[in-house]
């Protein structure tokens, strides 16, 4: 914001609009306007009672999940499903253009009747030579040579027959078919795409039955293993014991974690999608119940993907994303990660997000989880 002086008022009134028109510029002095400071009350975030306890990010898989992939090339011609569909064992995902395989089969079953003939003429043959043979008119030879060409003959058929199945094997790769009940999960391509062996068509998966996958680190692996309670926190806030776990026998060279796979309950699955992200804790001896940060609604931004709280830090806000659970309405949010122990998150996270806010001055309130 400026403040205009008159150049009248710095050279004197005589010659004064001519003195104006003579300067290079105007005039400007540049006075700083502040805004008074906006304070917004705060929370401090208690440590909670999960002491003793290992909490760990884990995703959704399905038990049961298969990307179906073409075995032949060709324009896809038609593509039958999408994402979310549900399709039977056997149904048709996608067809391929099968111009060529079956221009295929048609040479080998040509190639297979070739080789009929030739063997029944071996036959003919051989079984007059044999005749001849016992009447004494050819030679033992001549008859060893009659058998083997026939003998050839019945191989070279043999052979025909097997390319026939070849063909009609590949002729069948024209057709991409669900190999079990299934959720289509994703498609990989569209009508007129040009399929390629090895290229994936579609993703499906079975439903039901879905497992939390999570990696803990080796440094907290006897933790995990000694753990009295095992549980899965699902992101409606439910918490879980597994049916089953697998512990994979080797762990990763890079990230230094052992992957963990835990079967879900079937009552658990109601609403679940692979790719989700849980909460896998384990609790050693001694440790509490599993108790999240709960926060007032009012202190999560939401805006498009991002989720987050302003955190105090000195005399100003930083926006900070955090990972939510389920919305208890009146009750608050449930924040799973992105806030520790002893940190001052604003209230209002509209009014925090203002240029001129602050965090207020005295004592802030306390959150903890609960």
Known sequence: MGIWIHPCSVAGAAG????????????????????????????????????????????????????????????????????????????????????????????????????????????????????????????????????????????????????????????????????????????????????TPGRAVATVYAPGAMRAVVQVPSSRASLARDARQLQVLLPDGRAVEPTARTVLPSADPVSQTVEWRLDLPNDALAGLLPGQTVQVRFAAAGAGPAAPIVVPSSAVLRRGELTAVYVAQGDRFVL???????????????????????ERIAVDAVRAGLAEAVPQAGAASSVATR
């Open 16 to 195: 004064c609009w001519a003195r104006c028109w003579a300067l290079a510029g105007a005039l400007w002095v540049s006075v700083p306007v502040h805004a008074a400071a906006l304070g917004v009350p705060t929370l401090v975030v208690q440590p909670g009672g999960d002491g003793g306890a290992l909490l760990l990010d884990g995703t959704v898989q399905a038990v049961r999940q298969s990307t179906l992939a073409a075995q032949v090339a060709g324009n896809v011609l038609t593509l039958a499903v999408k994402a979310g569909d549900r399709v039977k064992s056997g149904q048709v995902i996608a067809r391929i253009d099968d111009r060529d395989a079956q221009a295929g089969l048609l040479r080998a079953q040509a190639g297979v009747a070739e080789a009929q003939a030739q063997w029944r003429n071996a036959q003919i043959s051989t079984q007059r030579t044999r005749d001849l043979h016992a009447q004494g008119f050819i030679s033992q030879s001549a008859l060893d040579v009659a058998d083997t060409q026939s003998q050839a003959a019945q191989a070279n058929l043999k052979q025909a027959q097997a390319a026939q199945a070849q063909a009609a094997l590949a002729h069948g790769f024209t057709t991409v078919t669900a190999p079990f009940d299934a959720v289509v999960l994703a498609t990989q391509v569209e009508s007129g795409d040009l399929a």
């Open 320 to 342: 900070r994303a955090v990972r939510t659970g389920v919305d208890r309405g009146a009750s608050g949010t449930v924040i799973y990660a992105g806030l520790q122990p002893g």
